[in-house]
Every structure is written in C-alpha cells, then in structure tokens.
C-alpha cells in the first residue's frame, strides 16, 4: 500500500464569519496532489458549521447534536463536490474517541479505513456528535487525529491550524516528527 497521508481541517479553515469560504482551490489541489502519490485520510470538522446554516429557525434553538446531525451529509457533499472533478471519491466514517477505546471497535474502524484506501477512497473521518455529546468540545477532531495517526501507523499528517486556534498544535506532542502544520 501506498503511504498513508492524514490531512486534519477544521471548520476555522473552511469557514469563516460564519459564512462557508467557496474558494478553497490551494486546499482542494493539495490534497488532489497528495492522492495521486499517496493514499489520503481526511478528518473534517464543520458539521455544526454547516448545520447552522440555512435554518428555517435561529441556530440557538437547535442542540449542537441536532446541528451535527444536519450538517454532517452537508459536510461530506462539500467534498465530493469539489473532488469529484478529479476522480476523487469520498466515504463518511463517524467515531467516537470511546470507538477508539474498545479494541474490537478499533479492529472494525481500521479494517474499514484500509478497505476504502485499497478501493481508493478518501475517508473523511468526524466525530460522531449525533451520539456523544461530550465530544462537542472544540479539539475533539485534533484528539481524533492523534488517535488514528498512531492506531493506523500514518506516516504524514498535515494539520490545518487557523491563527488563534495554534495552541491545539500541543495535542500532537507525541507525533511532531510527522505533523506538518500549515498556519492560516
């Protein structure tokens, strides 16, 4: 198999006021480049991002779980939608970090994850907010990163980390010899 490159981008990178940022072609070309040398795991924050846009109501009347929920297929769609013209295809994989705890449940998540790398899918891997409230925190998905980078033997990670959002960049500590972060 092909080296296994995760790429970490968080809501900050795609939103930004609030408002979805459509131009992302330096994003979207590097993980295209990326995927024609490597094979490519993505983990996405910006469910809620994307469920809180176009409510019929105020997003304050919806739980974050129930913003989650809406804005996960959202989420996913955005993907496909900008990798599809490449050849790219995209999976979801939800996890929760008690997932990650079960080693039965680790077993299934990295037969899976190999079995859509080998069929030449991007995983796009988020936390399954619907189920776990407790990973509504903000770094949940960076937790998620760490896990994965050292449960599936990545090789590379890239993290997308906004300005005022660095100090997250402590949660790798233990994979700084293959995290590139890329500052916004």
Known sequence: MKNIVLIKIGAEKLFQNGKLVHDQVELFDTIQKLHSKNKVIIVASGAINFGSTDLPTRPDDYSL????SIGQP???KYYEDNLK????????????????QLPKFMENIQNVIHELLECDYIPIVNSNDTVSEKELNGGDNHQLSLKLIEFLG?????????KSL???????????DKTEFIEF
């Open 65 to 68: 779980s129930a913003l989650s």
């Open 74 to 76: 959202q989420l996913i």
């Open 85 to 100: 013209d490449n050849g790219i295809r995209v999976a979801q994989c939800l996890i929760t970090h008690s997932n990650l």
């Open 154 to 162: 990545i090789e590379k990670a890239i993290v997308y980390l906004s």
């Open 166 to 176: 660095l100090h997250h960049k402590s949660v790798y500590q233990k994979v700084l």
